[in-house]
């Protein structure tokens, strides 16, 4: 009986409100595929699309998942899977459109880019 209430404890748990951090691994990732998007003045857009995604935000992980061999023609497999992973947390889509917003912000105003640490 103990052994399955250990099982059923962390059954029905989520992760925590708020923005989902990457990992160290992820975060250049997640990094570089913010900044392209504000380079290439997508902003609006991207946070848009970000919004509208938000209900299926696990369903397109599992579909970057599936993808995943035709995708690594163009993209690294490793970093295909790692952002997968970083969109299948509940705060992903968060995390995103803040450092996008900020990346925007900072390029208007003509500043250089901060890191994700600084703004924390």
């Given at each position: 009986m103990?052994?399955?209430?250990?099982?059923?404890?962390?059954?029905?748990?989520?992760?925590?409100?708020?923005?989902?951090e990457?990992?160290?691994?992820?975060?250049?990732?997640?990094?570089?595929?913010?900044r392209?998007?504000?380079k290439r003045?997508m902003?609006a857009?991207?946070?848009l699309?970000?919004?509208c995604?938000?209900p299926?935000?696990y369903?397109?992980?599992?579909?970057m998942h599936?993808?995943?061999?035709m995708?690594?023609?163009?993209?690294?497999?490793?970093?295909?899977d790692?952002?997968?992973a970083f969109?299948?947390r509940?705060g992903s889509?968060e995390y995103?459109?803040?450092?996008?917003?900020?990346?925007d912000?900072e390029?208007?105003?003509?500043?250089?880019?901060?890191?994700?640490?600084a703004?924390s």
């Amino acid at each position: 009986m103990k052994r399955l209430r250990e099982i059923l404890a962390n059954a029905f748990a989520v992760d925590p409100p708020g923005p989902a951090e990457p990992t160290d691994f992820e975060r250049p990732i997640v990094e570089r595929l913010c900044r392209e998007v504000v380079k290439r003045r997508m902003t609006a857009p991207a946070l848009l699309a970000l919004e509208c995604s938000r209900p299926m935000n696990y369903l397109g992980s599992q579909a970057m998942h599936f993808f995943q061999p035709m995708a690594s023609v163009l993209v690294s497999p490793r970093h295909w899977d790692a952002f997968a992973a970083f969109l299948e947390r509940r705060g992903s889509l968060e995390y995103l459109s803040r450092r996008i917003e900020a990346l925007d912000r900072e390029q208007e105003a003509g500043d250089p880019p901060a890191s994700p640490a600084a703004e924390s």
